[in-house]
């Protein structure tokens, strides 16, 4: 078979604690976002618009949702004969069979499939940010400098770089140090967990490094710091687009919000750079006669019959008479009753808020989300406080 020139293995195996009840039953990649989407969807759709026609998406952490979600790949245009997407979980070996113990053991575990589909380079992706990137431009560029490694990077706030690989580069843009979350950041260059090795070069990186007893098997923790320390080429790629860590119930509300009015931070109606999804067929949207919606998103097969407001209904959403939803994110299937009341509210797929409920109030912000996990039903008249967890 023909060599490809870079292929992709997208991490997707996180359990995603930090999402509380939105990822008791599934994986963080595919939990929703932005009225019709997944969160996998910008990874992938990224791949397709950066002509990377193979991608690896290794599972663990409840992966059936993900799984049947992925399918064959066919709304990103990754259902190919020679490639394509492959959904990779931890498997037995005749050696043993165990989790994937750190980034890098998860790809070292799939060195088959970087040997069934040969290329010259490996792009590595995490499946739990929202950020539009053409791939293909950082692989010019890290072909250019002849690198061993690329690493995507975006400067932060200061006050956020320990939540981050911090690195400092030279005016080549080759990298001197790298820490992953440091105490005392040397600066804000901040790794966006993106990275591009020559596929020679992290295979042996990986072998090296499951061979050592002390490694945490992390790339961040391990094979870059390592790569660094040896002299190898490794080298920033400088992002200056929107790219948001959705990692917390705060980020991903934020995420949400900033899909809204006007100049929205990141554009879903780009025709040059779609953002591909799989959806249900659903009839149109439907707003009744006294249904009003301000500053908001809705997708397919909505109803609304009261008030949203600064808000993001996914799919087949109905808000009922007298009901007032704001400032919140409903996902796809549930049901606002009539006459309740969501402010600041985030709630999961396919839940039943009865009649008259109270999720949240006008004392709320976004760091006291009130957050419903998914299938859950409220009797009527239930008060759910500003974030409070209802798993």
């Given amino acids: 078979m023909k060599k490809k020139k870079c292929i992709a293995m997208l991490l997707a195996g996180g359990q995603g604690t930090r999402l509380y009840a939105l990822t008791s039953s599934v994986a963080k990649p595919a939990v929703s976002f932005g009225a019709k989407y997944r969160i996998i969807d910008f990874p992938l759709s990224n791949c397709t618009n950066s002509g990377i026609d193979t991608v690896?998406?290794?599972?663990?952490?409840?992966?059936?949702?993900?799984n049947e979600y992925v399918g064959n790949g066919e709304p990103w245009d990754l259902d190919r004969s020679y490639g394509g997407v492959h959904t990779l979980p931890p498997y037995q070996a005749k050696t043993g069979g165990e989790w994937y113990k750190g980034t890098a053991n998860a790809i070292y575990q799939n060195l088959h499939f970087l040997d069934e589909y040969d290329s010259d380079h490996v792009l590595i992706l995490s499946g739990d940010h929202i950020y539009k990137m053409d791939y293909s431009k950082m692989l010019s560029e890290h072909i250019a400098n002849k690198a061993d490694c690329t690493i995507a990077v975006l400067d932060v706030p200061p006050e956020e770089a320990p939540r981050f690989g911090i690195l400092d580069y030279d005016d080549k843009n080759r990298i001197r140090s790298f820490e992953e979350k440091p105490k005392k950041p040397k600066?804000?260059?901040a790794s966006m967990g993106i990275y591009?090795?020559?596929?020679?070069?992290?295979?042996?990186?990986?072998?090296?490094?499951?061979?050592?007893?002390?490694?945490?098997?992390?790339?961040?923790?391990?094979?870059?710091?390592?790569?660094?320390?040896?002299?190898?080429?490794?080298?920033?790629?400088?992002f200056s687009g929107y790219w948001k860590d959705?990692?917390?119930?705060?980020?991903?509300?934020?995420?949400?919000?900033?899909?809204?009015?006007?100049?929205?931070?990141?554009?879903?109606?780009?025709?040059?750079?779609?953002?591909?999804?799989?959806?249900?067929?659903?009839?149109?949207?439907?707003?009744?006669?006294?249904?009003?919606?301000?500053?908001?998103i809705m997708t397919a097969g909505c109803e609304v019959y009261g008030t949203v407001v600064n808000s993001v209904l996914g799919e087949a959403v109905t808000v009922g008479k007298g009901a007032v939803v704001k400032d919140s994110v409903i996902m796809r299937g549930t049901v606002i009753g009539e006459?309740?009341?969501?402010?600041?509210?985030m709630i999961d797929e396919n839940c039943t808020v009865e009649n008259n409920c109270v999720i949240g109030d006008d004392t709320s912000d976004k760091n006291h989300i009130a957050l419903i996990g998914r299938g859950r039903t409220l009797a009527p008249g239930t008060v759910v406080k500003p974030g409070e967890i209802i798993d």
């Avoid at 799989?278 to 919606?293: C, F, K, T, V, W």
């Avoid at 006459?339 to 509210?345: M, P, R, Y």
Wanted: glycine content about 6%; proline content about 5%; cysteine-free.
């Fill in 56 to 66: 690896g998406v290794l599972t663990q952490y409840q992966p059936l949702i993900l």
């Fill in 187 to 189: 600066s804000n260059h």
């Fill in 246 to 296: 959705v990692g917390t119930v705060t980020s991903l509300w934020e995420a949400n919000m900033d899909l809204l009015g006007e100049h929205p931070l990141v554009n879903l109606n780009d025709s040059s750079f779609k953002i591909y999804s799989r959806n249900q067929a659903l009839p149109p949207s439907y707003i009744g006669e006294n249904g009003h919606i301000e500053n908001s």
């Fill in 339 to 345: 006459g309740a009341v969501v402010k600041f509210g």
């Fill in 196 to 238: 591009i090795f020559k596929k020679d070069v992290l295979v042996k990186a990986l072998i090296d490094d499951e061979n050592d007893p002390a490694s945490s098997n992390d790339f961040g923790k391990n094979i870059i710091p390592k790569m660094i320390a040896d002299k190898m080429a490794v080298y920033a790629y400088m």
